[in-house]
């Protein structure tokens, strides 16, 4: 290792450790450090003498000194602890419980995993920052006796995709692949379990099944993120609070569309448990941000050629959906995101390469209208004018659908890149705007407003 002039950067002298690794000063001629990854040494810096404080570690992570001097090392799997050592070496304590994180199931704060920074602050406070794709995590500890103080959650995925509210209970929500429960007197969030970390999904909708079980559907760019990943949807069935089973999947790879349904309950995709049809069909909308899917489980696929409405047939013994790839409904070409009417009576398409929104009877296929959808997408709104009554910019999809008692009747949510949702009735009309599109016009509460955390009438998703 070098040591190097801070205000030159020259180099001052080199010295001799077998394979060093991370460190940290403790005082001027005291710094920490690991070699070979399975050692932690204790250097003098001016003379160059070494000696060992700890043998034996498997892969441990970062390092931090209180204070007291005493030495904060991160153990990585299967530990998932903070240790704590005296100068010689004496374990003082643990700060954490014990590989205790779950990749899925409800949520224990006091469980860390994949450690990757360390800091302690002024009040002696330590503080571990984690490295989960979902969720992204701080978490702050007393650093003297161990105990749990509190977490801080986030940022989101790039675009925040996925939320979705619990039709059953307006206080429970899903987003970045998590389950949280807000605090209506305070609107604060708490997470109260994980539906899965493999890879945050993009969309989401919560559905309910005809044997009475809810479920939450969301989009997911296969289990990785980058170009070529299939597209899919996921079902989850929510069995209780942060407990969800991964029931069924609508994935479309190499020129078909794959549905799968858990016969045995082992949420492990078997060969005899997928069927197929012959046909690549969309999932969602602008970049997987909305979904094709009703809540009652109803799926649309679009496709140039043509669109096809898939019910759900049944249920396996665990509580699949299965969805009936005899019956098809065949309908007029489609692309990106689809959705019908809550009662299916009508399908609308968020079609990019006509720049229109199209409305279409199931039944007949009959075109019903159309509306513009100008400057579709991201880099669509970036050629967008400032907001104005009627003007969808920047339009993902659907991200709900509703009905309502006349004149109104079935209406559709477009969410887009530029802040603002829309409203589009049944009959071809624009209603509304939710959230302000204009930046400058936009105005944050110190707290929130009682009408957002009140219970919603409409149905929603």
Known sequence: MAVVGAHRCKLIKLIDVESPGRMVAAADNLIYLYSKRTKLLALDPETGKTRIILEGLKDPGELAVDNNGDIYVALSRPDNQVQVYSPQGKLLRTIGKKNARVRKGPWDPTAMSNIWGMAIDARGRLWVAETDLVPKRFSVWDAKTGEYLKEFLGPTHYGAGGGAINPR???????????????????????????????????????????????????????????????????????????????????????????????????????????????????????????????????????????????????????????????????????????SSPDNRLVVSCDE????????????????????????????????????????????????????????????LINTNLGEWHVLTENGYYLTRIFQGDPFKCKWPAKSPSSATSRPTATHS
């Open 169 to 339: 209970d307006p206080y429970l929500m899903v987003g970045e692949g998590c389950e949280f429960r807000l605090d209506p007197k305070t609107g604060r969030a708490k997470l109260i379990g994980l539906v899965t970390q493999q890879v945050f999904h993009s969309a989401a909708r919560f559905c309910e099944g005809k044997n009475g079980r809810l479920y939450l559907a969301a989009t997911f760019k296969g289990m990785i993120w980058g170009p070529g990943a299939p597209h899919q949807i996921r079902i989850f069935e929510r069995l209780a609070d942060g407990r969800y089973a991964y029931r069924a999947v609508i994935r479309s790879e190499k020129g078909k569309t794959n549905f799968w349904a858990d016969e045995n309950g082992d949420e492990e995709e078997q060969p005899e448990e997928v069927a197929s049809l012959p046909i690549a069909l969309s999932v969602g909308g602008y970049n997987l941000w909305s979904i094709n899917i009703n809540t009652d489980l109803t799926f649309y696929g679009g496709h140039k050629e043509k669109a096809l409405q898939v019910k759900v047939g049944g249920f396996t013994e665990c509580g699949a959906p299965k969805f009936d790839l005899e019956n098809v409904k065949e309908l007029p070409p489609m692309t990106g995101g689809l959705l």
């Open 353 to 412: 390469t006509d720049s229109l929104f199209r409305c279409y009877e199931v039944d007949t296929g009959k075109l019903l209208w159309t509306y513009p959808n100008t400057f579709h997408g991201v880099h669509g709104s970036h050629r967008a004018p400032g907001p104005s009554v009627g003007l969808i910019r920047g339009a993902f999809g659907f991200v709900g659908n509703a009905h309502v008692p006349g004149p109104v009747g079935a209406f559709w």
